[in-house]
């Protein structure tokens, strides 16, 4: 074991042995969390050149067959390739679960700006608001909202976006407590300068770091949870190559040919694992009571 | 202390007219009209006209929302479209069987997590504690739909161990109803075969509904052992003598416990918002297939009613998780 002390030391020639990335060197299952999603990323991207199939086009007269080296992971019911679905639903998903964070981190970082930078009446009443998002559990929030929306991928979006706001307002509104006391905070409002143009200014690349961390954290947890909209139904529609919607019709004929719902499963729980890992890495190297 | 419940309760009312208008503005936000889709396709004007009134969907929607609010607290939730029964009894029908599994899942989530994440505390780092964190990260990956799947091909298709589907074979009468529990129904009324048969319909569902929770209790008891291991008391005590169960369990565990505690009443909850997906997956009759069945019919009435039955359950249950908490840290006590 290398006295932790010596890595430090060793920051100072070289960016190479940062104690972030000595701590990442030697935490395996991170390692191995990074391995997977940049797997999974490479094969989303190259999805449409990996496979000769079309996601989406029938072929009835090669339905349900087996896995095979024309049909890797088999086909499904009317024909298609399911790993040409897969991969195409990996796309989808890492793509639809990021921007989902990403509305709700922006949305989230710029209400908790605004709510804690003027106190008072504005500031109970959002905080309030969240209190109220919080107090259903997500998952059935955001299957009522999908409901009253209409069930689509769009509205699984916006819904579990809404879901995950109160997050980032908190986080958000908790640092600009913090910042709005500071020097060169009220040296702004002093010179004039109006409030909202602080907030972006001033207030909000401030704030932004714990409120990226938990984004990353977060992505996981929004992927799983389209996935889930769209197995009972209220996310992407068929024939869209969605994991979850995937799932809910192969589960039909998991006992006959258990392929169909197997293989998007596995590459599900493959990245939510992979980003699931990454998150306790993060959460380990930024602890500073874990020294390992 | 009485403060701070009190305070929570005032909290809790507030906290039941927001849930209450989340759920009125969401069901008015629907697209398409209630009263004509409750009506059928085939009616005249007059009859949809004649139900839009029924529903007071004339009035203002002000006075809407206060009759909505006034239903609530008595106890009425609407008329579900699919089934023509007021939702709450349908809710009241299907709750029996949600809460049993839930509870099921509950225990089981609890008697393997807790024991889990002290031999991974205290086997830090060697084969055990790699084992149980590459168990409970999967626990917290694997959506419960894919488990279920997994489990079902595995111990019914292959194996057929266990049934995959109900709460009881449908060749056996179930229990006579007196809690509306079939496990403890059967004993109660000492009746072995369905003893036997709900036993072996429960196993898989509960255990595929408790992996995401027995995860999560995992890691937390792992951490907070970890931290209470590296204190001083535990040091003195070792020094003292004490070592293997006793210093385990009687010091370590319980202060241990203190932030668990707040884990696993969360937990409870979830597990109450997870059963929707395993019951659909199980055909479980409780409240969570009830709710999916009601979607895919845009049964708003009962999909909302669901909405607000489960929040208000939740919010009562993080009430009693925080004041356990309150009683189990005397820190807080001032």
Redesign the interface.
């Known amino acids: 074991m290398i006295n932790p002390q010596i890595a430090s030391e060793a920051t100072k020639k070289n960016i190479k042995t940062h104690p972030i990335w000595f701590k990442l060197k030697h935490n395996k ?1 991170t390692l191995i969390g990074f391995l997977i999603l940049f797997a999974m990323i490479v094969l989303a991207l190259l999805a449409p050149v990996l496979t000769p199939y079309d996601p989406i086009k029938i072929n009835v007269a090669e339905k349900f067959q087996g896995p095979s080296f024309r049909h890797l992971f088999g086909t499904d019911e009317v024909g298609r390739d399911i790993l040409t679905r897969t991969l195409f639903g990996a796309r989808l998903s890492l793509g639809v679960g990021l921007l989902v964070i990403i509305i709700a981190a922006c949305f989230g970082i710029f209400i908790g700006a605004v709510s804690g930078y003027f106190g008072g009446i504005i500031d109970q009443i959002v905080m ?2 969240m ?3 919080l ?7 955001a ?3 999908t ?5 689509s991928l769009h509205n699984a979006m916006i819904a579990i976006a809404i879901v995950e706001i109160p997050i980032y307002v908190r986080l958000a509104r908790s640092e600009t407590l913090v910042l709005r006391e500071k020097l060169f905070v009220k040296s702004a409002a002093v010179f004039g300068i109006r409030p909202i143009p602080i907030i972006l200014k001033h207030i909000i690349p401030n704030a932004v770091s714990p409120v990226i961390i938990q984004a990353t954290l977060n992505v ?1 947890n929004a992927i ?1 949870m389209i ?2 909209l769209g ?4 996310g992407a529609q068929p024939p869209t190559p969605e994991w ?1 919607s995937m ?2 019709i192969g ?1 039909k004929y ?2 006959d040919y ?1 392929w169909y ?2 293989f998007p ?1 596995i590459f ?2 493959l990245t ?2 992979a ?3 990454i998150g ?1 890495g993060v959460r380990d190297i930024l602890d500073p ?1 874990s020294n ?1 | 202390m009485m403060k701070m419940v009190m305070r929570r309760i005032a909290f809790l009312v507030f906290v039941i007219f927001g849930v209450s208008l989340v759920t009125f503005v969401l069901s008015h936000i629907i697209p398409g009209d209630p009263a004509s889709m409750m009506a059928g396709q085939h009616a005249s004007k007059q009859t949809v006209e004649h139900i839009r009134q029924q529903l007071g969907l004339d009035q203002p929607i002000l006075i809407q929302y206060v009759e909505y609010v006034k239903g609530v607290l008595s106890g009425d939730f609407g008329t579900s479209i699919r089934t023509q029964n007021p939702v709450i009894d349908d809710l009241a029908n299907y709750f029996p069987a949600t809460l049993e599994l839930a509870i099921a899942a509950f225990i089981i989530a609890i008697l393997l997590g807790i024991p889990l994440g002290i031999v991974s505390a205290v086997k830090k780092n060697q084969f055990w504690d790699h084992a149980s964190r590459i168990f409970s990260i999967s626990g917290v990956s694997i959506p419960v739909f894919f488990s279920g799947l997994v489990a079902i091909l595995i111990f019914y298709g292959y194996l057929n161990w266990f049934p995959a589907n109900g709460r009881i074979d449908m060749t056996i009468n179930p229990p006579t109803r007196i809690t509306s529990f079939y496990i403890i129904d059967s004993l109660l009324s000492g009746d072995m075969i369905a003893l036997k048969s709900s036993l072996q319909h429960i196993i898989l569902p509960a255990l595929v509904l408790s992996y995401a929770q027995l995860a999560i209790i995992t890691r937390q008891v792992r951490a907070s052992m970890l931290e209470v291991l590296s204190q001083e008391y535990i040091r003195t005590a070792k020094a003292n003598g004490i070592h293997g169960y006793k210093l385990l369990i009687r010091y370590a565990l319980r202060n241990a416990l203190v932030p668990t505690v707040t884990v696993i009443g969360t937990s409870f909850g979830a597990l109450l918002g997870g059963a929707v997906v395993t019951e659909t997956i199980f055909d479980w009759p409780g409240m969570g297939k009830y709710v999916v069945d009601s979607i895919a019919y845009l049964d708003f009435p009962a999909i909302m009613g669901f909405t607000l039955f489960i929040s208000i359950g939740y919010v009562l249950i993080n009430l009693m998780v925080d004041i356990t908490y309150f009683i189990l840290n005397p820190q807080l006590k001032e």
């Open positions: 299952m309030r608001i209190d109220m998002l107090a259903f559990p997500t998952l059935i929030l299957m009522a909202l409901a009253s929306l209409g069930p996981g799983l996935a889930t197995f009972l139904g209220l979850g799932i809910s589960w998991l006992l258990w719902p197997t499963g599900l729980f939510s694992g980003l699931n890992l306790d009571k390992r």
